[in-house]
């Protein structure tokens, strides 16, 4: 006998967070209704005693085999928010970690979670965050089907103050595409100020370090970083060290395009 049944599930959920702060899920109640059961054998061949029997059977076996299902979604879901808030490496410059910061808001379509972030450089020294948070009326609108997590400029900017010694750089000849050859030649044509007291010929190369910390600015049609270097400049003379020439000191604003791939948040950078 093949039987068919369609059945309602409904669930009551506790979500409350725990002794480390953690939002954690809890199944409070489980009732399954039997809205109609169906066989293939004939009315004739199934008396009323018997489908009496089959739907009080039935009745108390599905709450056994369907309310372990919502306890692995809670699981599941559970799951999500330990790794959520537990220690992210940023690269070897720091850590990033999420704790909760109030209570968590639920309603029929989504839960909405206030974060507290916290960074650790890789001393293991706090960075200051702004304390200034947008208002809710300020944010984006939910959208259908999706988590959404919103990050504020004043965090991203505090991220990469973290990332800092990431963005020094040693260039030469070869290290960026499409530059011109990095001789002191070059360098007296484009700064003819300088040209008499340059040696002829000599390879250069650039020292790039940031002396202060990024700062991102966002807003509705393009975002941006804005760098702060000093750029030394070194010749190369044959078999000795470097020496300087002379330093300058560059703000960048470069267009900032943000994008997320395997639950990783990737920022490309361009001049």
């Known amino acids: 006998m093949e039987i068919a049944l369609a059945a309602n599930l409904t669930t009551s959920s506790r979500l409350w967070p725990d002794a480390a702060g953690i939002p954690r899920?809890?199944?409070?109640?489980c009732r399954v209704a039997l809205v109609s059961v169906k066989t293939n054998l004939p009315s004739s061949m199934l008396p009323k005693v018997m489908s009496k029997f089959l739907d009080s059977t039935l009745q108390k076996v599905l709450p056994g085999l369907l309310c372990p299902a919502v306890d692995a979604v809670l699981n599941l879901v559970n799951s999500k928010f330990t790794t959520m808030a537990s220690e992210i490496p940023?690269?070897?410059?720091?850590?990033?970690?999420?704790?909760?910061?109030n209570p968590p808001v639920t309603n029929e379509t989504f839960i909405e979670l206030d974060l507290k972030t916290v960074l650790h450089r890789k001393e293991g020294k706090e960075v200051d965050l702004p304390t200034a948070q947008p208002s809710l009326a300020s944010l984006p609108p939910k959208r259908d089907?999706?988590?959404?997590?919103?990050l504020s400029a004043g965090f991203l900017s505090a991220e990469l103050s973290v990332l800092q010694a990431s963005f020094n750089l040693e260039i030469s000849n070869g290290t960026v595409l499409g530059l011109p050859p990095l001789e002191t030649t070059m360098l007296?044509?484009?700064?003819?100020?300088?040209?008499r007291a340059l040696p002829p010929s000599r390879p250069v190369v650039v020292g790039m370090r940031e002396a202060k910390a990024p700062v991102v600015t966002i807003t509705p049609g393009k975002s941006?970083?804005?760098?702060?270097?000093?750029a030394e400049f070194r010749v190369s003379p044959s078999g000795s060290a470097p020496e300087?020439?002379?330093v300058l000191d560059v703000h960048s604003d470069l267009e900032a395009q943000f994008a997320v791939a395997e639950e990783k948040l990737q920022l490309s950078l361009a001049l």
């Open 224 to 230: 941006f970083v804005q760098l702060f270097s000093t």
């Open 90 to 101: 940023l690269g070897t410059a720091g850590t990033l970690q999420y704790a909760l910061l």
């Open 244 to 246: 300087p020439l002379f």
């Open 188 to 195: 007296g044509a484009l700064v003819p100020e300088i040209s």
């Open 25 to 29: 899920f809890s199944c409070r109640s």
């Open 145 to 150: 089907a999706a988590t959404q997590l919103i």
